[in-house]
């Protein structure tokens, strides 16, 4: 269902009745959108800076129940236009299910193109791999479902052991049975390179396996390729440093 928003002045409400999400759109930069390579269909609203503002995939049904509420012949009278080069979009290879991405912003946000039952129900499948194989980490629906969505967007990735979790400013891996082993870095928001370096490493190869879990294989492949990172230190890591200054020492760092 699209009608006018009640909400937002000037936008378009559409109202996916099969998933029970709403979403808001402003006609003024919303275009309907084609990949070429796949005919399949998007409907677009860029940010007023340039940005994405939302991405939500354009049916046949949308595409007509557009047409209706434009008062349009058909479908067909509305021109798509080629994707924009400036996105990127991937195929999950477990649940089907696209995600779209800003190229050069990747670590910034990922749209997902949930397009029908039978990827809900993968993406639910997904979900409870995660709760079953990691029980101390993902305790309740709500979590599990978040890390399901997380993978397939591109920010998460399970492990033997425990679960790897990245972010624009930090990546952070936790480990299912031993907490002692989870570990965690930061590194600077504003350098989006460190999330494609991040993926390529594991996608060429360079860090596969158990080393995905190892804090010492990341800060060796971040020092070689001459990436700045910190390692954020765990409450015992902070304890025994403390333990092992002087009061001098410890003074002069507290100030």
Sequence with gaps: MIEKSDEIEGYWRIY???FDTTFMFDPSNTTLQIDKNTN???LMADG????????????????SALSQFLNVESADSILPVSLNDKYTITVDAFTGIECLQVKGNEENGSWLMIRDEQQLEKLQELADIYKKKYPNLVKTDGVAMGFAQSEVAGFSVRTENGILSIACNGMEYMDDADPSKSWAV???????????????????????????EDYSAWGKYFEKKGLEFVKVLSDEEIEALENSLTAEQLAALTG
Excluded: F
Excluded at 48 to 62: E, T, V, Y
Excluded at 186 to 211: L, P, Q, R, W
């Design 16 to 18: 996916d009745k099969q």
């Design 40 to 42: 399949q269909y998007y």
């Design 48 to 63: 007023p800076i340039g940005g994405l503002m939302d991405a939500i995939p354009a049916d046949a049904k949308l595409r």
């Design 186 to 212: 930061h590194y600077s928001g504003t350098d989006g390179n460190m999330y494609m370096e991040i993926m390529n490493a594991m996608a060429e190869g360079y860090i596969v396996g158990k080393d995905i």
